[in-house]
């Protein structure tokens, strides 16, 4: 009876979650696959503790009752004078012991549910590049990993700071929750840190009154878009490469008003801001096709993830694979 009702419970348990899993994929919810990942953890604990501590030793209770069971009948039947028994106790033994298939779902998962759980909220999460607004330091589709500790280690779901390490740097590429709707991750390089005044005039940028060093390069040609844009190398922390789009204005349409937004001012040259304590302004390196800082404002520090750092695959190029700057 109690298998019965543990079998039944576990199947609503998965249920849900494959639910939650589709009503994501679909868009219907806001997926957080952090916070699916922490209740998958604390399930399969649940059940991987309830297996040790309680349902392993009644199997083993009802193995040793059976062999006990069959024991004494042999020793009966020594009596009697036969000896040549049937002996299925070994198959019945192993029938017993083995794991339910709602233990084998949940428990038996537990420890691979745990280590996928601790590996992704404090050392490396792994992130897709849906768009092109990073190009040409990252590409659509490539499959990329974020170092969660390189500036801070935080709780996860949560993202509460815990253990400060680093702050982010200029030239960083940073992943992040997006301002306007935290349950988004975006990726964008660190163009401001706090106390920065950054300015983006005529598609040339300044920190703090100095322009950022820009060296043009041969043009670059986008193979998806079938056009050319034009390429510099750009120095700011460190060195990076970026496309400027000549067709393309270079003042901002559409900014949002976005808390701190006086810090800013708009002009038909770009925009100037300042930025706040405990924020970032954050730019795509293509950056007339990067929906940035320029137009939702700045990033919190609370809001930060981790920093990008490596190419693991990209299945329709594999020579993407390595470090990038």
Same mark, same amino acid.
């Given at each position: 009876?109690?298998?019965?009702?543990?079998?039944?419970?576990?199947?609503?348990?998965?249920?849900?979650?494959?639910?939650?899993?589709?009503?994501?994929?679909?868009?219907?919810?806001?997926? !957080?696959?952090?916070?699916?990942?922490?209740?998958?953890?604390?399930?399969?604990?649940?059940?991987?503790?309830?297996?040790?501590?309680?349902?392993?030793?009644?199997?083993?209770?009802?193995?040793?009752?059976?062999?006990?069971?069959?024991?004494?009948?042999?020793?009966?039947?020594?009596?009697?004078?036969?000896?040549?028994?049937?002996?299925?106790?070994?198959?019945?033994?192993?029938?017993?012991?083995?794991?339910?298939?709602?233990?084998?779902?949940?428990?038996?998962?537990?420890?691979?549910?745990?280590?996928?759980?601790?590996?992704?909220?404090?050392?490396?999460?792994?992130?897709?590049?849906?768009?092109?607004?990073?190009?040409?330091?990252?590409?659509?589709?490539?499959?990329?990993?974020?170092?969660?500790?390189?500036?801070?280690?935080?709780?996860?779901?949560?993202?509460?700071?815990?253990?400060?390490?680093?702050?982010?740097?200029?030239?960083?590429?940073?992943?992040?929750?997006?301002?306007?709707?935290?349950?988004?991750?975006?990726?964008?390089?660190?163009?401001?840190?706090?106390?920065?005044?950054?300015?983006?005039?005529?598609?040339?940028?300044?920190?703090?009154?100095?322009?950022?060093?820009?060296?043009?390069?041969?043009?670059?040609?986008?193979?998806?878009?079938?056009?050319?844009?034009?390429?510099?190398?750009?120095?700011?922390?460190?060195?990076?490469?970026?496309? !400027?789009?000549?067709?393309?204005?270079?003042?901002?349409?559409?900014?949002?008003?976005?808390?701190?937004?006086?810090?800013?001012?708009?002009?038909?040259?770009?925009?100037?801001?300042?930025?706040?304590?405990?924020?970032?302004?954050?730019?795509?390196?293509?950056?007339?096709?990067?929906?940035?800082?320029?137009?939702?404002?700045?990033?919190?520090?609370?809001?930060?993830?981790?920093?990008?750092?490596?190419?693991?695959?990209?299945?329709?190029?594999?020579?993407?694979?390595?470090?990038?700057?």
């Amino acid at each position: 009876m109690m298998a019965g009702a543990m079998g039944s419970l576990t199947s609503l348990v998965l249920a849900a979650f494959l639910g939650y899993g589709v009503a994501w994929y679909l868009g219907a919810v806001d997926g !957080n696959f952090s916070l699916l990942l922490f209740l998958a953890a604390v399930v399969t604990g649940i059940y991987w503790v309830a297996e040790k501590l309680y349902f392993l030793p009644q199997r083993r209770r009802s193995a040793e009752s059976i062999e006990a069971s069959v024991a004494a009948r042999r020793a009966e039947l020594a009596r009697q004078g036969i000896t040549q028994v049937d002996d299925h106790s070994a198959d019945a033994r192993a029938r017993l012991l083995m794991q339910p298939w709602w233990l084998d779902w949940t428990a038996g998962l537990f420890p691979v549910v745990l280590a996928v759980f601790l590996l992704r909220s404090f050392l490396f999460e792994p992130f897709k590049i849906p768009s092109g607004s990073m190009i040409p330091t990252l590409m659509i589709n490539d499959l990329i990993l974020v170092n969660k500790f390189s500036y801070g280690v935080r709780l996860p779901v949560i993202n509460q700071k815990v253990f400060d390490v680093g702050s982010p740097q200029r030239g960083d590429v940073m992943v992040f929750r997006y301002p306007p709707k935290p349950s988004l991750d975006y990726i964008k390089r660190v163009v401001g840190v706090p106390g920065d005044e950054v300015a983006y005039l005529d598609k040339k940028l300044t920190v703090n009154g100095k322009p950022v060093p820009k060296v043009p390069l041969p043009d670059y040609f986008d193979a998806d878009t079938m056009r050319y844009s034009r390429q510099f190398q750009e120095t700011s922390g460190k060195t990076y490469l970026l496309l !400027n789009d000549d067709d393309r204005p270079p003042f901002v349409a559409g900014a949002e008003n976005f808390p701190y937004r006086e810090n800013c001012n708009y002009s038909s040259q770009g925009v100037a801001c300042k930025v706040p304590e405990g924020h970032y302004f954050m730019m795509g390196d293509n950056r007339d096709n990067s929906l940035d800082s320029r137009y939702w404002g700045f990033v919190p520090e609370k809001n930060i993830v981790g920093k990008a750092f490596y190419v693991w695959m990209n299945f329709g190029n594999l020579k993407r694979i390595g470090p990038f700057n």
